[in-house]
């Protein structure tokens, strides 16, 4: 797979969220320059997982959060969408941990370009609909009904 590039048609309307969709593309990207390195580079293959462990872990909340404030009906689908991708992050950390040499940056991204791709432009598009009903600000990620 070669680099992502993002459009705007990719997003959701709401720039903290976006921004961090932004964000998994470029660390997408990252693997992908790692993995079209003539010599492998465990240490930034070591910080481009832990990057992206971290990124998803705030990601989530706030996307989660955004999801109770405007009551979408699909929270606990979306959820489980989030907890397996996170759980195939872990696994290959993991397995970096414990197998380092059986991991390489094509790997990794063969396991979350797929979903990040996904998450980005299908499974988030089903929230739309409800922001624009409740008239939510592009700027506003913490909005909850009552701070029309």
């Known amino acids: 797979m070669g680099r992502i590039i993002w459009r705007d048609q990719m997003g959701i ?17 990252d693997l992908n320059d790692l ?3 003539k010599t492998p580079d465990k240490p930034k293959l070591a910080a481009c997982l832990l990057h992206m462990i971290r990124h998803t872990r705030d990601h989530f909340e706030r996307e989660e959060q955004l999801m109770a404030n405007v009551r ?12 397996a991708f996170a759980e195939a992050i872990l696994a290959q950390a ?24 996904s998450h980005v432009t299908s499974a988030n598009r089903d929230i ?21």
């Open 72 to 83: 979408f009906p699909g929270i606990a689908k979306h959820k489980e969408l989030h907890g």
């Open 13 to 29: 309307g709401i720039r903290e969220i976006d921004d961090d969709h932004r964000v998994l593309i470029d660390a997408i990207n």
């Open 128 to 148: 739309v609909p409800h922001l624009r009903a409740r008239r939510v600000p592009v700027n506003a990620v913490r909005w909850t009904p009552d701070s029309r």
């Open 94 to 117: 993991q397995l970096f941990v414990d197998k380092p040499d059986a991991v390489t940056a094509r790997s990794v991204q063969a396991v979350l370009s797929g979903w990040v791709l």
């Open 35 to 37: 993995a079209l390195a």
